[in-house]
């Protein structure tokens, strides 16, 4: 087995911010040791100082117009279950973490016809086009070249039909 890890270090932050345009500075917060402090802010809060692990008294003062929400656990592992629900397209076993989907792909990849084929986002049995021509054959493509095997395949089967028939 091949398995995909999707790792989305700042999907704390993107839950609150997913389809559109965070103008200002923004930290996530949660309890921890007794404490609230900041888990996760964006590039606006940074620039002010702010950080992962800073108390939220000191977040404030550093920045004034600080953005604040709390931690949404639930909030995350939906967009989790959105993203997997789009990843069934590629994979039947999928495997959720915080902030992690783990993919099983080794399958999808021999469906897709390989890597490439998967990246392109072309379906399995889908004819590439060599650039420029042979002379003789025009444009050569995969589909070409399968249409040429499968004739040598039927011309040698009769062929051998005949053979045998003319031995009797």
């Known amino acids: 087995m091949l398995w995909l890890a999707l790792y989305f270090p700042h999907l704390p932050l993107e839950v609150f911010t997913r389809g559109r345009q965070q103008a200002g500075a923004l930290a996530i917060i949660e309890k921890l040791g007794g404490r609230e402090q900041v888990s996760r802010c964006n590039s606006a809060a940074q620039a002010y100082g702010v950080r992962s692990g800073l108390a939220l ?20 592992q939906q967009a989790l279950h959105g993203l997997a629900a789009w990843a069934y397209q590629f ?6 973490e915080p902030s992690l989907l ?4 080794g399958a999808s990849l021999r469906l897709f016809g390989g ?8 379906s399995y049995l889908t004819g590439i086009w060599a650039k420029g021509t042979v002379p003789g054959l025009g444009k050569v493509s995969t589909v070409l070249v399968f249409d040429i095997g499968v004739y040598l395949a039927v011309a040698g089967t009769v062929l051998l039909l005949v053979f045998s028939l003319e031995e009797e």
């Open 57 to 76: 008294p000191a977040a404030l003062a550093l920045c004034t117009g600080l953005s604040v929400q709390r931690r949404d656990r639930a909030r995350e």
């Open 102 to 105: 783990l993919l099983e792909v």
């Open 91 to 96: 994979s039947a076993r999928i495997s959720f």
């Open 115 to 122: 890597l490439p084929a998967l990246l392109r986002g072309q």
